[in-house]
């Protein structure tokens, strides 16, 4: 595998023009997106608004050498596409040490994950991808159904005079609207908002249907599509508009609001950990990083493969903020009228993005088998006519019975690549196990299994008996022993990565080295702000396992009571 | 059940205010709707757009009369809010032979199955409502995967000049765009079309994506949000958002294209009948019905209660007509480059509508088991507090017994209020079966089983045995008989209410006592126009089910291959 950086995502056939020249050295990951924003420009050009304009000024110290690659005419773009696509077919992929942004696009793109939409920022998630968030949503809509949450649906039209109601959320949110100002035909009297989260409107309706205590608490959730116009763009982690699940919930006492925001919080590290074998630092938000109109922000934190936090959940008490700028009340049981205590929170398709560049490796995609959409793949082999059949009624036999025990499996019969192709291909994909199944194999009724996780022979087991009930046990413990060393390698990666630090040199350093700084903290707003500014890390949280002993503040010298975790993030 | 007209939907405490003044003779379900739009407009005032403006001045001849009833200031509103509360509570709901719209919304109201959205046209659907839609979804996902769809994301925000590239599409849908203006604080350069419906922005990827025959057919599916500006809204039947599913698949052949239009409007039927209990009848829609774009629609076609049809699912064969316009071409066997025939299809919350219409009585929503949330509900009854343990024991485990056999139980063990309230209730909301334990049953090991769709005496059955298989097997049977009965009852109504015609004068006489007429048809569109301007009714298809036999257009004389079956709709 080569350096080459090759963001070879369908739409962006100008793209791999470019990339096709020799690499820019030193080229940050900041200046590939603009790449593709740019050639983006140039194909739709009439869809570029004027804050994409104003970046590609601000960011002008890339734009002399990437004038150097104009996009070929559309004859050549074409030829480049196929290029592109036989490249694809070969499993080219960006190394991943070398160029770990490259790398994320070109997973992105072989594994058909997403795609490009026509609108800058905007993403499509083709089924493979959307195959991943149907197993998240799967596994978190029974955990909301079993707590006590009920599904519905608000629409996404907020008027614009909601937003404007509480004075953070205003502030936090107004630079990213994107507003519905024609409607019918006609100029609308109020312009409307394009949800970017739906508190407002949330509270909006509680105030109509809460009373009394007798109507608390109130526990919903939705599977949704949001909107934020973000100026920097990447797929899944940051985009236009994404999908996710906003919970919202009402209750009579600040206690069970507390309560049901560490509930939801504890529900998204156990899916981290056991389905998507993430091992994220659970913890509170510094005053900085809270949700804008939340009293207190909890959040999940993980590591992705180049070190950069990705915040991948978060749950917000969001005290009497908005119920106060809604009226949102209830007549407790003596009668008195008093606000409703709330909490919201979500993941979004984000975690997708997570779960790419957690686990995996410069071959592509690695899943784990719990969240994988396809846990097994089958590849017959044969040479001769006669083999062919032999061959494919065996793997159609341990096909049928590996679905039937509820294994997620795929048969590849298909008869224009090679073996050797589909090995590679799947693999790509980061199905979690290979099954290969030959003519020999067929005799001795035996089949080869193989590890995604673990490369070459190591991974390989041969005669593993075709009986039916021994070779269901043998797959799906398979599948455990892998889901728990992705965790396990996750975890060893995270924990060598994390430095103990007692000063700001010493938080420096471990920044600088590209690494996550933990370390006592009870400085001011001003200092985290110059932490961010001096190193590009901030406090990602406070989380909750803290060492015992008194602690002075890295910063300051002055009594700390906690530790706090500093890296870059997404 | 008196008729007076209450629309009390919670965000309208001003609609209720009119409605608790003298119903006005001969208003008609539009007029309804106006009141609620104008009520609207008074409380959020902002946010009401021109078009509204401009509708309301068309339908001025009401506007007399409405204005003697303008809303009270807001104290008055929360008291009537109360009142209608308390009315609700008792399970007030217009009566549905007098007024049916009023019927509709109340029940809508009061089973809490939706509420208005602070934008004109929105609606906000309850977690019971969402149920039902969660059923729908639940059985058509798994149809759409075992006839191979994935399911994916396409990005909502559409550039505008997409919209325009198919001509009859554009002509279909821009009077119903809202558009995206400003983004991120800035003026867009181009306007973004928030999704009508997504062939456009499908086809625009599907050219990327498609290169060989090799890629054919795909077959994909979205569960999505779709935006369409509409001047009459009505809760789940027509609201500016709603929720659906779209299809999109692209085949080597018209001849497959043609086999998936037909599979999934056969898969839209099976659920109705099956799944819904709703007759619905399959047919062709006539050119001046067909889809904007579309080559070919086949529909699904539901009776509803007052006897106007709803359009309940369409399947489109769409040609040519995209692929042409987007250039999505595929290199077939031979070599050559070649267009790809597609189809689209859709069903939507408006379906959730069409059952509440179908089923529902006076006493209100009448659910079948299958689509049920809640199949049955156990309403244990105690006078002494020493009856209260025994008789809630004896009804826990009941719960828990149905539960783990399947059935969506619950148990109504509230304190506050007393099981005549509750049977009202329950019954309103429209759960198919209830069960009353008290202390006399909990003796003899026995209960009362009682039929949502059986009003009454005759539908309970007193002494059924509490014994675990025994009761299992007799509620699925009972949910199995209320299924069949539901669907039995709507095809006889539908049956009553169709009346073959074999001339125009025939046809005028069925459309104005509100029954559907079917008959042969050949006449011209200019023909349909003129039936639709001076009766109402539509042609709403050409059935598959056809008579033998030669046919002679009612309008002409001509002969004709097919009969027609002509109503008013929704």
Chains 1, 2 share one sequence.
Not at 17 to 35: F, N, Q, T, V, Y
Not at 272 to 288: C, E, L, M, N
Not at 523 to 547: M, N, W, Y
Request: overall charge neutral; some cysteine; hydrophobic content about 40%.
């Amino acid at each position: 595998m080569g350096a080459l950086r090759l963001p070879s995502l369908t739409l962006f056939a100008a793209a791999a023009a470019a990339a096709a020249a020799p690499p820019l050295a030193g080229r940050s990951p900041a200046s590939s997106l603009l790449i593709l924003r740019r050639h983006q420009r140039r194909r739709v050009p009439r869809l570029i608004s004027k804050p994409f304009a104003s970046i590609s000024s601000e960011l002008s110290t890339h734009s002399a050498a990437e004038k150097a690659h104009s996009p070929p005419p559309l004859e050549e773009e074409e030829a480049e596409n196929d290029e592109r696509r036989r490249r694809r077919q070969e499993g080219f992929i960006s190394s991943r040490s070398q160029d770990f942004n490259g790398w994320y696009l070109d997973v992105i793109a072989n594994a058909e994950l997403a795609d490009y939409g026509p609108v800058r920022g905007t993403m499509v998630i083709r089924p493979y991808g959307y195959a991943i968030w149907e197993a998240i949503q799967d596994y978190l809509n029974v955990k909301f159904k079993e707590t006590g949450h009920s599904n519905m649906y608000f629409p996404q039209f907020i008027p614009y005079s909601f937003i404007e109601k509480e004075a953070s959320h205003v502030e936090g949110f107004s630079p990213e609207l994107a507003l519905v100002t024609i409607g019918g035909g006609k100029e609308l009297e109020e312009k409307l908002v394009v949800r970017p989260t739906s508190e407002t409107i949330v509270n909006h309706m509680f105030t109509q249907w809460i009373h009394s205590h007798r109507d608390l608490p109130l526990m919903v959730n939705q599977w949704a599509n949001v909107t934020r116009w973000e100026m920097r763009t990447k797929p899944f982690v940051r985009t236009l508009e994404f999908l996710w699940q906003e919970g919202h919930t009402a209750h009579a006492t600040p206690e069970e609001a507390e309560k049901e925001a560490l509930q939801m919080i504890n529900i998204y590290e156990k899916f981290a950990y056991d389905q998507a074998a993430i091992p994220v630092i659970t913890g509170r938000k510094s005053k900085v990083e809270t949700f804008a109109g939340a009293s207190r922000t909890y959040t999940i934190e993980a590591m992705m493969g180049d070190r950069k936090a990705l915040q991948a959940g978060t749950s917000h008490n969001l005290g009497q903020n908005f119920s106060r700028a809604f009226g949102t009340q209830f007549t407790d049981e003596s009668g008195q009228r008093q606000l409703v205590w709330q909490t919201s929170w979500a993941i979004s398709t984000r975690f997708v993005g997570g779960i790419i560049m957690t686990h995996g490796d410069d071959t592509g995609l690695m899943l784990p088998p719990r969240i994988a959409p396809i846990q097994v793949v089958i590849v017959p082999i044969w040479k001769k006519a006669d083999e062919k059949s032999m061959v494919l009624n065996a793997a159609l036999s341990v096909e049928k019975e590996l679905k039937t025990s509820g294994i997620k499996v795929k048969l590849d019969d298909s008869e224009q690549r090679t073996p050797g192709w589909k090995f590679n291909f799947w693999e790509m994909k980061g199905v979690p196990v290979r099954i290969e199944i030959g003519p020999r194999d067929v005799s001795s009724g035996t089949l080869v299994i193989s590890r995604r996780d673990v490369p070459g022979k190591q991974g390989k087991v041969f005669g593993v008996s075709m009986e039916s009930s021994t070779l269901i046990a043998y797959v799906k413990d398979k599948l455990d022993e892998i889901q728990s060393s992705l965790l396990q390698k996750a975890i060893t990666f995270r924990d060598s990565n994390i430095v103990d630090v007692s000063s700001y040199s010493e938080l420096k350093e471990a920044i600088s080295q590209g690494k996550w700084a933990r370390g006592p903290w009870s400085a001011s707003d001003a200092e985290e702000l110059k932490v961010k500014v001096e190193t590009g890390a901030t406090i990602r949280c406070f989380p909750f396992e803290q060492p015992n002993g008194t602690k002075k503040c890295l910063m300051t010298g002055n009594p700390a009571e906690e530790v706090a975790i500093f890296a870059k993030s997404y």
